[in-house]
């Protein structure tokens, strides 16, 4: 997260997953974000996932947050990591 960011301030979600399955990290555990906003803007930040045993690692990035955010929580009962709507990984 930290080098997707550092070398291009990226607020894709698809270079943060690109880049977590790059570490060895199972691309079918992963939620992520939208990159715009329900009218096409750039999103203010993008939220990514990846759900690991119980627990997810959860990070955040994008110009509404000051630095790159990643912390491990437990994971949701549903097998998932983030609430709300994702996109789907299809590539």
Known sequence: ????WKDSTSVKG???VDALVAAGFAKEEMQVTDDTTSIGDPAD???FSVR???ECL???VGPSVPT???LVMPGLAEGKCLVGKTRSIDW
């Not at 997260?1 to 997707?4: L, R």
């Open 14 to 16: 698809r270079d943060y």
């Open 1 to 4: 997260m930290e080098a997707v």
């Open 58 to 60: 959860v990070g955040q």
């Open 45 to 47: 930040s993008v939220q």
């Open 68 to 70: 790159p955010t990643s």
């Open 52 to 54: 690991v045993g119980a």
